[in-house]
């Protein structure tokens, strides 16, 4: 009778001290924004990673350049509204994309990922390692992030 070896089988669980993280550069140049933040959620909560573990930050780090020039379709320009509230009376702020980008252009992208990742305290690390800039230009460039193209990612 063959014998198997049932150590090969065993399932490897990442940890903080086995993940392997690395740089990612993504230029948002003319990119739809909700298919960007979709892929972008992906890398950083690490699912297209073999060793892919649910509770543990193996993502990736994420710099996105070009910010402002993200594309949104339809008439969202104008129509999608982003709602806060103060928690005083009267204290509700509604703000369109097109008057949000004029003021902070990095915020819509923040806010489309954020969405987009789990509400907890292993969400919000991940948040951490997303840097949105709004020119082409970052402050990274010792990490030496590697380029990618985001239908590549699946």
Known sequence: MLEVDTISY????????????????????????????SIVAILLRGKHK?????????????????AEKIRLTGKKWTDKKYVSYSGYPGGQKIITPERLIAKK?????????????PKSR?????????????GSEHPH????PKKIKLNTIK
């Open 50 to 66: 073999p060793d892919f573990t649910p509770h543990v930050d193996c993502g990736d780090y994420v710099i996105i350049i070009n």
């Open 105 to 117: 252009p990095v915020s819509v992208v923040e806010k489309a990922v954020k969405g987009m990742l």
């Open 10 to 37: 065993k399932t490897k669980s990442a940890n903080k001290a086995t993940v392997n993280k690395e740089w990612v550069l993504i230029d948002a140049n003319d990119k739809i924004l909700g298919r960007l933040a």
């Open 141 to 144: 460039e010792a990490q030496k």
């Open 122 to 134: 292993l969400g919000r690390e991940m948040f951490r390692n997303l840097h949105v800039f709004a």
